[in-house]
């Protein structure tokens, strides 16, 4: 029965939800639509026995569980030709909890302010002349949830441990950590806030409207440590790419760590990391749970997938390639157009066009006839 379904989907559909804002009731909207009536789909039947199905059109949404693993999987294989065969690294950027709620106010600023100032503090240590005196790359990922779901803004960053100097040269990390850590988080600590501070004159922190609130939690944050982590990902290239892909299409949830659901409750498995990252299952009430995973709702057009310095779309092909020859090992960029083409067959492009029938396993199912989205009509 469908009151019996433990997805998200299903949550979202059957619950009252309250008042939500114009950007998460649309992404509602989709995830309760994905692969219903609601968005149309195909008819399919067999050429030699009467076997019909019918498959509905997914959604697309990158909030949506049903639809990242093959948007994962086609990432995966795009980045496969970008690596380079050197030690990466992979570091976490986090916020601390104080800017949890200007982040619910100014999402697209805070979101933004992170990306520029992490890079700005990667990019100074690669290019100091006491370090790799050159410009490093990164591949980032944005994340908002922990994994009870509440607000945890932080970023993964994958760097390979070089930098292209201006020689030419390729100048390798000197050891088996990229930069310092604690030097990492004081300069990214104070990036952040100097660029908020500059943001708040004007005027772009409008909606933090506690008389001098913004002074106080600035201030505060300087006293305070902020969490860095840096760990070497030593491998093959293969093995870095699947690493970061783990990475780039997650959501705040998935349907496989919902473990029971009704109207009043959700139980979902989680890490415990005070006990050693063990699994415990966590209730909540449904309406706290759906509070808490419509708070991982981006802003629309938010990029949460960036890369900088020698990896940027712009510059990245030719930067490869002369990092390659630097190294001495085959050039192997795709022209960045080019379609996706691997022997991974869970890669699937291309539309399929047809598949052995289920039923009587001689013939093949073809599309018949298309199937047009439902719209609920109001009397």
């Known amino acids: 029965m469908n009151s019996q379904r433990c997805d998200l989907q299903s949550i979202l559909g059957r619950s009252d939800i309250g008042a939500l804002n114009p950007r998460q009731r649309q992404v509602v909207s989709h995830v309760t639509s994905c692969r219903t009536a ?86 100074a240590f690669g290019a100091d002349p006491k370090r790799l005196n050159g410009q490093i790359g990164m591949s980032c990922v944005l994340h908002t949830w922990g994994e009870a779901l509440t607000r945890h803004v932080h970023l993964h960053c ?117 006990n050693e990252g063990s699994r415990r299952t966590l209730t909540l009430e449904t309406k706290e749970f759906i509070r808490r995973y419509l708070l991982h709702v981006l802003p629309k057009g938010l990029m949460r997938v960036r890369h900088f310095g020698f990896l940027a779309n712009r510059c990245r092909r030719q930067r490869l390639y002369d990092i390659r020859s630097a190294l001495s090992v085959k050039d192997s960029t795709v022209n960045e157009s080019d379609d996706v083409k691997s022997t991974n067959p869970e890669v699937r492009l291309q539309p399929v066009t047809e598949r052995l029938c289920p039923a009587c396993k001689k013939g093949y199912l073809h599309p018949r006839y298309r199937i047009e989205p439902y719209r609920l009509t109001k009397n």
């Open 38 to 123: 609601v968005l149309g789909g195909m008819r399919w039947g067999c050429e030699r026995c009467e076997h019909h199905e019918t498959h509905f059109h997914s959604c697309r949404d990158r909030h949506c569980p049903k639809c990242q693993r093959k948007q994962s999987v086609e990432w995966r294989e795009r980045q496969r030709a970008h690596v380079l065969p050197v030690t990466y690294h992979h570091v976490v950027f986090t916020l601390p909890s104080a800017l949890n709620g200007w982040v619910g106010l100014h999402p697209e600023l805070i979101y933004r302010t992170l990306f520029s100032c992490v890079w700005s503090t990667l990019a």
């Open 158 to 274: 994958l760097v390979p441990g070089g930098a292209l100097g201006a020689d030419g040269q390729w100048h390798a990390a000197r050891s088996h950590y990229l930069f310092p850590v604690r030097a990492l988080s004081r300069r990214f600590r104070g990036s952040m806030v100097g660029t908020l501070r500059v943001a708040a004159a004007k005027g772009q922190l409008h909606r933090v409207t506690r008389d001098g609130e913004i002074d106080t939690v600035l201030d505060q944050l300087m006293q305070s440590e902020w969490v860095v982590y840096s760990k070497a990902c030593p491998g093959r290239a293969e093995q870095v790419v699947d690493y970061l892909s783990r990475y780039s299409h997650r959501i705040a949830i998935s349907d496989e760590r919902i473990v029971k659901a009704d109207a009043f409750n959700v139980s979902f498995r989680v890490k415990d990391y005070a």
